[in-house]
C-alpha cells in the first residue's frame, strides 16, 4: 500500500478523491500497488464527508509523515503551492499537480530539484485537462522535431466566440451565459484576456524545446475587443476566429511565441474545435501534424489526467521520468513584432473607395473583404505577409491620411 | 552506447534508420545513451548504402549477439516475424515493431512471453501510425473506464472515400488514383477489405479492455460495394460514409466490436478526418470523448514512432513498461447480430410508394431519405433501433413482398 495527499479539496481536488475511490479495484492493478489517500488538505470543514477523519488543515501533518510518498497539489495558484510543492520535493515526496500557473512560473526550477531528489514532478493535467498532451509530446514524439505547436488552450473563451460565431451572440452576452453555466469565473481575466491560454503555450513550449519560457514572455492578447463584425470577416474570409497559443523556434533558435484571437481557415482540424473543447496541433518533422481534442477543463476530465499521473508515479517509485528542461533566459523569446504575418484590418471611413485607394498604396496588394449588410463607411481587408512591425509602421501612415484601423487580427497558418 | 537491430529494411524499416541517423544527437540526449544500429536484416543487397556493412541476411547474427539489446522489427506479415520476434524475446532482447498483424494475431503471447522475461514488448506505430494512442490509452487514460472507441484507422480506404465524397468520384475510380499516388497497394484487399482497420481495432480493444480479441472474432465489412447513391443519401441524413471500426463493453462483460463503413453525423470530429488521414475517438467515462488525429501512415510518420518507443525502451532497460493484455476466449465477442443499430437501407422497386408503404408496416418508423435527381424506382430510408438480426428478420420479410435492398449501412453514433 502506497500512502498519497491531496492538498485542495476544491472541484480537482475532491474529482480526485473521486476517481481514486470509485476505480480504487483498476488503479490499484494499473499502478501494481494499493494507493491510499492518507491526508487531504483543505482548510475549510467537511462534515460528513466519508473521508472526514483523513482531512487536515496542517501542511506539517503532511510534509513530516515520511509514509507518505506522493504528494497531489490541486491547490492552485501560485503561493502557498509553491512553497508547499518545494518542501514536498525536499522531504522525497514525488508531487503530481493541475496547477498550470505554477508549473508555467517556476517549471524549470522544480524539475531541478525532483531530478536532484530523483523524484518526480508530474502535470499532464496542467494543459488540455483530460486530453494526453503532455506525455504524447515528450515521449511518443521525442523522435520528431518540433516545428509548431498551435493551440485552442482555453474552454471558456472557446465557448463564447463559438456562441458568437455560431448565434451572433455579443462577446458580453456571450461571457454572462459561460458566467451563468459556470464555465467562466465570476472574475473572467484570467481567461478572456488569455492569461491561461498563455501559461499552457510556455508549459507545452517548455517542453517541447527544452528550455524555461515565462508568461511575461510572451505577448498575450484576449477576445474582449472582438466584435460581431470581425466574426463576419472571418467568415466571408473562409474561416473562424479562434483564441491561439502558437509557438514555433526561428533559425537563431528563438521561440517565436504569441497568443492572440486569429483568423483560422475552415479546412484547418482547429477550426471545428467548438464549445469548451480544446485543440492542440503539434507539427513534427517526421510525423506531420497531429492533433489532440477533447474537454480541456473539468472536474473528472482534469481528475483522470491527475490520477494517470500518480499511477505513473507510483510505478516509478524511486525511478524518474524523463520530464525535464532547463531555466530560461531574458533574450530567448523573439520580439514578436519580428514575426512574420498577414493581417486583417478594419477601418471606419466616410470615404471608402479613397481609403481603399490610400491602403493600396501604402501596404501594397489587399484583399478586400466583404461582408453582408456592411454599414456604409466600414473597409476590411487582408494583408499580404511582412514583418509585423511593418504593417504598423505602414498601418501609423495611412492613419496620417485619416484611415485608422478600428479592429487588427492576425492570420493564422494551422 | 547501446547496440540494437532492424529486422526489414522496407518503407518502415529504411524510415527508422533515417530517423535515427538525422535525430543521433537529439535521440542520444532523450534516451541518456548513444543508440547504435549494428546489424540490419534484409535479404535484399543495398549496395552504396552508408550502413552497407551493417547489413546481414542472417537472422543468427543479430539472436546470438548479446550486445545487441533491442530489436526492431518492421518486417510485416506473420511469418517468420512471429517466431524471430519469440526467438528474439527468449534471447533476452526487447522487441519494438510496427506490424499491427502481429500484434493483433499473436499480442496475448508475445506480450506473456516478454513478461516473463521481464522484457518490452512495444509497438505504438501498429496503429494510427505517428499519431500518439497505445501510449495515451495505457497510461494516459488510465484512470478511465474506455466506454467506447470508434476510429478511422486506415488511410487508404479514407482517401478513397474522401475522392467518393467530394469529388464524385466512384469507388473503382477512387481506388485507381490511390495505386498510382501509392496509397494503395497493386492488391489492396487487406485495406479496402476492412482487414488493416481489423487488426487495428483489435489491438485497440485488447489493450483497452485487458484481453485479446483476435480478427477472426470480429464481423469485418470493407468499402468495396459503396455508391455515390450512398453517398449522396449520407450527405442528404446529415452526414458521410467512414470506415470504422469500433468496440463497447456490454453489461456482460462481452465484446461489441465491429469494422464497417458507417453514416457518421457531420457534427462528429470524426467526420472532419480526412484523406489519408486517421481519427480515433476514445471516449472514457471521466475524460469524456478525446479525439487523436494525424497521418496513420507513411514512412517517416511510422517510423518516429517506432524510434519513440526504441527510446522508451533504451531509458527502460532492465525494467518493463506496463503494457499487457491476457489471452482471449472464443465467447469474448457478442454475437454482431445481437447489437442494437440503425440501419440505411437502399431498394430498387418499381412502385415506391407501395414499397415505402410496406417497408413503415414491416419496419415501423422508418425516416424516408431523398436526394436530387434521383431515378425512378429508388427509395432509402434509415431504419429504427433495433437488435440487427431483427433488422435482417424484418427486411427479408420485405423481400416476399418484393422489395429487396440493395445497400445497408449502419448508423453510427460517434
Known amino acids: 500500500m502506497l500512502n498519497i495527499a491531496v492538498m485542495g ?137 518540433v516545428i509548431e505547436i498551435a493551440g485552442i488552450l482555453n474552454g471558456t ?101 504569441i497568443v492572440c484571437p486569429m483568423f483560422i481557415p475552415r479546412e484547418s482540424q482547429l477550426a471545428n474545435v467548438d464549445d469548451v473543447f480544446n485543440g492542440i496541433l503539434v507539427r513534427g518533422d517526421s510525423t506531420g501534424d497531429v492533433v489532440f481534442y477533447g474537454k480541456g477543463a473539468g472536474k473528472l476530465p482534469t481528475a483522470s489526467a491527475v490520477v494517470a499521473d500518480v499511477i505513473d508515479c507510483v510505478k516509478h517509485i524511486g525511478a524518474r521520468k524523463y520530464l525535464f528542461w532547463s531555466d530560461g533566459s531574458s533574450d530567448y523569446v523573439e520580439d514578436y513584432m519580428l514575426d512574420t504575418v498577414s493581417m486583417y484590418v478594419r477601418v471606419r471611413i466616410d470615404n471608402v473607395d479613397l481609403a481603399y485607394h490610400n491602403a493600396s498604396r501604402v501596404l501594397g496588394g489587399i484583399t478586400r473583404l466583404s461582408r453582408k449588410d456592411a454599414p456604409a463607411g466600414e473597409l476590411a481587408f487582408i494583408t499580404e505577409s511582412m514583418p509585423e512591425k511593418d504593417i504598423h509602421k505602414k498601418l501609423d501612415a495611412l492613419k496620417e491620411l485619416g484611415v485608422e484601423a478600428v479592429s487588427m487580427i492576425r492570420i493564422g497558418d494551422v
Chains 1, 2 share one sequence.
Request: with cysteine; proline share 3%.
Open 9 to 145: 479539496y476544491g472541484v480537482v481536488g475532491s474529482g480526485v478523491v473521486e476517481v481514486l475511490t470509485n476505480h480504487a479495484e483498476k488503479i490499484a492493478k494499473k499502478a501494481k500497488e494499493e494507493i491510499n489517500i492518507k491526508y487531504i488538505l483543505d482548510l475549510r470543514e467537511f462534515p460528513g464527508n466519508p473521508l472526514e477523519a483523513r482531512f487536515t488543515k496542517s501542511f506539517d501533518d503532511i510534509v513530516n509523515d515520511d509514509e507518505v510518498k506522493i504528494v497531489v497539489e490541486v491547490m492552485g495558484g501560485l503561493h502557498p503551492a509553491y512553497e508547499y510543492t518545494k518542501r514536498c520535493l525536499e522531504a522525497g515526496k514525488s508531487v503530481v499537480t493541475s496547477n498550470k500557473e505554477l508549473v508555467a512560473m517556476k517549471g524549470a526550477e522544480l524539475l531541478a530539484l525532483a531530478q536532484q531528489k530523483n523524484l518526480n514532478y508530474l502535470f499532464e493535467a496542467s494543459v488540455g485537462g483530460g486530453i494526453p498532451i503532455i506525455r504524447p509530446l515528450s515521449q511518443c514524439l521525442a523522435a520528431n522535431d
Open 157 to 257: 473563451t472557446n465557448f463564447i466566440l463559438t456562441k458568437m460565431i455560431r448565434e451572433q451572440m455579443s462577446f458580453e452576452a456571450a461571457l454572462a451565459l459561460a458566467q451563468q453555466l459556470g464555465y467562466a469565473e465570476r472574475n473572467p481575466a484570467a481567461d478572456v484576456e488569455g492569461h491561461d491560454s498563455c501559461r499552457k503555450i510556455c508549459i507545452l513550449a517548455s517542453l517541447a524545446y527544452g528550455k524555461h519560457v515565462y508568461p511575461d514572455q510572451v505577448h498575450t492578447e484576449g477576445i474582449t475587443k472582438l466584435t460581431l463584425e470581425d466574426v463576419e470577416y472571418a467568415e466571408s474570409w473562409g474561416g473562424v476566429i479562434k483564441l491561439i497559443g502558437r509557438v514555433k523556434r526561428d533559425e537563431k533558435k528563438k521561440l517565436q511565441i
